[in-house]
């Protein structure tokens, strides 16, 4: 199995600040690199897929890049709504795995 | 719009089974596979397994084999889960998920507790 990690496990940063989060494949997956955000109580959501490519109507602020074990998502100036946890997760084999998640939280 | 609705929550006692359920609707059924994701309480994402919506093949998780069965129904638009032998550790928010190559919709969830 892929086993992705992530890093940092939590984050503080404030409104307006620039943040990012960084997944590592223990296996080249190309560019089959996802992103999800996922607050209290919801269902995640799927921010960035093919480790680059922004989903619909997802803020210009989240920027994911990487390929083949090292991957980062950036957000460029955070938001409130912004606070929550974050998954990267492999769609190169099954079984498909996500990493174990960064807490952004505020400061 | 694309959605996918669930079932309800689910208090199961250990060794029982529970089937959720997961309609679509806003899309057509047959383009896309499912897959299955859980989230135990405070932990994190746990893919179970995938479905094909168009021929039923599936491919599980190799720790869930032999316990769990995926299936849809194509007159309805409705993809199953059951999960069978149910212990403490099995209680957890289950997610049905539109899969083409990425989880772009969820279901809102289905929390299952399996208590005595």
């Known amino acids: 199995d892929v086993q992705m990690t992530q890093s940092p496990s939590s984050l503080s940063a404030s409104v307006g600040d620039r943040v990012t989060i960084a997944c590592r494949a223990s296996?080249?997956?190309?560019?089959?690199l996802n992103w999800y955000q996922q607050t209290p109580g919801k269902a995640p959501k799927l921010l960035i897929f093919s480790a680059s490519t922004l989903q619909s109507g997802v803020p210009s602020r989240f920027n994911g890049s990487g390929s083949g074990t090292e991957f980062t998502l950036t957000i460029s100036s955070l938001q409130s709504e912004d606070f929550a946890t974050y998954f990267c997760?492999?769609?190169?084999?099954?079984?498909?795995?996500f990493g174990q998640g960064t807490r952004l939280e505020i400061k | 719009q694309v959605q996918l609705v669930q079932s309800g929550a689910e208090v199961k006692k250990p060794g029982a089974s529970v089937k959720v359920s997961c309609k679509a609707s806003?899309?057509?059924?047959?383009?896309?596979?499912f897959s299955w994701v859980r989230q135990a309480p405070g932990q994190g994402l746990e893919w179970m397994g995938w479905i094909g919506t168009y021929n039923g093949v599936t491919d599980y998780a190799q720790k869930l084999q032999g316990r769990v069965i995926m299936t849809t129904d194509t007159s309805t638009n409705t993809a199953y889960m059951e999960l069978r032998s149910l212990t403490s550790d099995d209680t957890a928010v289950y997610y049905c998920v539109r899969d083409p190559g990425r989880f772009d919709y969820w279901g809102q969830g289905t929390l299952v507790t399996v208590s005595s």
């Open positions: 997760q492999q769609s190169y084999n099954t079984p498909r795995t």
């Open positions: 806003g899309y057509t059924f047959t383009t896309y596979a």
């Open positions: 296996q080249t997956i190309s560019n089959y």
